[in-house]
C-alpha cells in the first residue's frame, strides 16, 4: 500500500505562485508514476502533470503547458507541482496519485483509473 499526503494549497491572487508537495510513503517501490490532478466544482478530475518515480520523464496536461513544473525528491519521497502564473482556472481542489507496476501497463498517465492510490487533496484558490 501507498500512503500520499498533500499540502501547501492556500489562496492566492492571479499570476501568483504555489508550490503543492506530495509526500509518499508506504510500498512506493511498486509505483511506476506519481501525478498530480484537480477537480473543480461541477468538473471532472483533470490530469494536470506526471513523473516517473525513477527518471524523470514528465507530462504535463495542456492547460498548465509552460506555468506548472511537477519534479520529485528521491530522499524524502516526495512530488512536487511548482504552480506559476497562476489563474482564476486553476482554483480545484489539487490531488497526487500513484500507480503501480499493473495499472501502469493497462492505460496512460491522464487517466485516472491508472492510479489506485490517492492522497486526501489540497486545496488552491485563485482570485483575481
Request: aromatic content about 12%; hydrophobic content about 35%; some cysteine.
Amino acid at each position: 500500500q501507498v500512503q500520499l499526503v498533500e499540502s501547501g494549497g492556500g489562496s492566492v491572487q492571479a499570476e501568483d505562485s504555489l508550490r503543492l508537495s506530495c509526500t509518499a510513503s508506504g510500498r512506493t517501490i511498486n509505483s511506476y508514476v506519481a501525478a498530480w490532478f484537480r477537480q473543480a466544482p461541477g468538473k471532472e478530475r483533470e490530469f494536470v502533470a506526471s513523473i516517473r518515480w525513477r527518471g524523470d520523464t514528465t507530462y504535463y496536461g495542456d492547460s498548465v503547458k509552460g506555468r506548472f513544473a511537477i519534479s520529485r525528491d528521491d530522499a524524502s519521497d516526495v512530488v512536487y507541482l511548482q504552480m506559476n502564473a497562476l489563474q482564476p482556472e486553476d482554483t480545484a481542489v489539487y490531488y497526487c496519485a500513484a500507480d503501480t507496476m499493473t495499472t501502469a501497463q493497462a492505460m496512460g498517465v491522464r487517466f485516472p483509473e491508472r492510479y489506485p492510490y490517492w492522497g486526501q487533496g489540497t486545496q488552491v484558490t485563485v482570485g483575481s
